[in-house]
């Protein structure tokens, strides 16, 4: 039997001996595309080439790459786990030709692409061929499509008529989303049932309808046009292949598996969780197999996304990869009966597994593991207090029916007779989608886990949520989000035929230019501009570094940028409106102070990493960054930083600046960059000619593609604002440079310490010895002052019990008192209490002007006398001082702004015991 590893290869190898070369994996998340946020298929990196924006470096290519489909149009997560067959991560092998209209031999078309795809599995992998079957789009005379002849055509060269099915726009032809590159595809399916089963039912019958063991492993698209905002089809200017093979499915098939979970992919993350959880995996179609199925999938794609440098969080792409962990910790909670962290023990198996292949993950094994144990025990605190919510939501209904006369639900009865439900308006049922939802929204809780909670655990009889309101509920979240999200991109009004940008920055930050291309964006209402030039001195936001601001100059009009960005390989400008002469010449001006403050700030990062793995050790990997104006933002991996560690950071920095190096720039082939030791980012895309920053050879050596200042000591003066953890095993420090670095310097040290020696009346280092001798000295006052306090009232207390006057048998002490606060007068209060009987007590004080009051009652008082000390407080002591207040019915207290009738208040409370 071939090994998975066997399979890769020889894939791999087959297309070099056709001409191809093997290219890397684009990483599985994206970066410089709004309308993706993963790789959901291997050509996501190739489709500039396709939209002709750019020339490919190579006719032909082949890889395997790591695909995500999660979210968007290909979304496959539901499934995932419940069948055998899909997967949140999954490997595409593919080949593809890249069409040059000046040179087509280069390429090719559909002859060679389903010749080959032929040859590769029934010769290379030896796939029967009366176990294969083939679909070819049969036209779509609305989108005004003809039916794939020549693919039909081709194909009858290898495959018998019956064997080649038509099929629908739906899957015969591919749309990478709602626009971007597509065209007509030709699927390959093979049937895995036994002979059998085959015999009774032909196999073309099943293709395309869910069955488990008659699967799609390949997809061959023809791509020849763009799809267009409006939908309609643009033809491209050369006819390109993009090719698909389901890496897991097509092992399955060769391994002779009926379930991608039995293939040597997963059995060693199945086998590591049986033994976890101390359960055995039974490959059927129980909850439990489907948990099995379903944590062996989804480890892979969260440690894939968190290894190219996607965190978990609560917004865009971390909280699709939250959401899959979510999932996954649902599923052995619920199904597996394991309650604590699980995940991350099986980083190590999958990194393991792919050591060879895709070494970031065994790069960063232990960096993964703790971010997705953090994760799950977060989540599983959110989900205890779930349960509790769950609980309380039960106990209200319970108290509601008490109140309305109902009889009580039994719970955990085992027979769900005896419960009377359904009859009226205080079954939970009406309440139950609300719940869901808030559960749902604000504690995470997927609509299912709720479900099962439900039906299991808080009452005894078979429990169901009203969905129905649940989903309204979240079709009005849906709408509110969109509302407040929605961008609303109308296709590029196209002035010049050039696609490509020449970026002219490094060196200029003034040019004369002309518009390419522009269109109109909206968001919330509003309208903006994206404008894109022949050639802009304007960075676009990448590697951290913010975009460029500035302005264009048409004729006598200018045109604000207040943002750059880059889409793919296009640089966009961001305006808020586009001149009346927009096919003029243009002069394209960068704000330079801005800029210069931000170049400091990212030469400042270099000297900063650098400066970590000095002190820290070279395990430190940058996590993210963010160079603007203001400061610099520095995340990385690490555990705890001292206090000493950051002085030393600090102090190399400075003395890095200081040293003023020149900071040379070089283009150059990857594997010599990488030879001189330079930082290459996990996540990121490289081409093979690299763009190298070098601080001194020896010091810091970096890929990056932003802006820079010549010599260190541009920097002038560099300073740590902060540092704190941002997650499991990621620092963050926060830092500026040059001007910012000043700045800050005077506004939050050297004024406010300033301010400091004046008030102290100290000179510099005495100053901080002062302000501690205040806090110590105000501290011992503090102390004395409250043993004062106790002494006095101790002495009021003492002089209290002895005006203690009998009036119609009971125990009366009514007197003005010298305190300073409202609990002084309760504490009085409670001590007297347990030296008398039968009492009444009222005890005022003028606090600062003010009247305050407390009433004390005995609890045989209120019921002889039938006093309440709330109510005396309100009806004859209140009016008396212009006030008010409240409390318990043997103690209540009030405040009022006329403190000069107390005596009165006294005398008023006295005579209530007089009658
Ligand atoms: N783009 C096609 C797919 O993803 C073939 O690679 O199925």
Redesign the pocket.
Known sequence: MMTSAEIRKKFLDFFVSKGHTIVPSAPIVIKNDPTLKFT????NQFKDYFLGNRKAPYPRVCDTQK?LRVSGK?NDLEEVGVDTYHHTMFE?L?NWSFGDPANPAAGYFKKEAIGWSWELLTEVYGIPKDRLYVTVFEGDPGEGLLADKESSEEWSKWIGAERILPGKKKDNF?E?GDTGPCGP?TEIHVDCRTDAERLLINGAALVNNDHPQVIEIW???FIEFNRLKDGSLQPLPARHV????GFERLVRVLQGKHSNYDTDLFMGTIAAIGKIVRKAYAADDSKASVAFRVIADHIRAISFTIADGQLPSNTDAGYVIRRILRRAVRYYYSYLDYKQPLLFQLVPVVAGQFKDVFPELHQQADFISKVVKEEEEAFLRTLEKGLKKIDEFFQEIRDLRQKNGLPEYKMYSDDPDSIDKGSNELYPFDFSGKLAFELYDTYGFPFDLTKLILSQNSIGFDFKIDEKSFDMEMQRQKTRSRAATALDTEDWIVLIDNPLTEFVGYDMLEINSKVVKYRKIKTKGKESWQLVLEATPFYAESGGQVGDTGILQFDQEIVEVTDTKKENDLIVHFTDKIPLNIDTEVIAKVNPDKRKAIEAHHSATHLLHAALRKVIGTHVAQKGSLVNEEHLRFDFSSSTVSDDELKKVETIVNEKIRENIPIVIKEMHKDEAIKMGAMALFGEKYGNIVRVVIIDPNYSVELCGGTHVGRTGDLGFFIITQETAIAAGVRRIEAKAAKAAFEYLHEYLVDPFEKIKKITKRKSKDAPIAVEGFIAEISELKKSLEKMELRQLKDIYTKLLGKVQLINGVSFIGEIVDVDNVEALKKLCFDLKNELKDYVVVLAANIGGKANVAVLLDEKVTETRNLQAPTIVKEHIAPLIRGGGGGQKTLATAGGQDASNLPQVIERVKSLLKN
């Open positions: 959901n298929a291997g050509m695909c290909h595409m593919g591919w990478m595809c997809n061959d698209v993009d090719t698909g093979m």
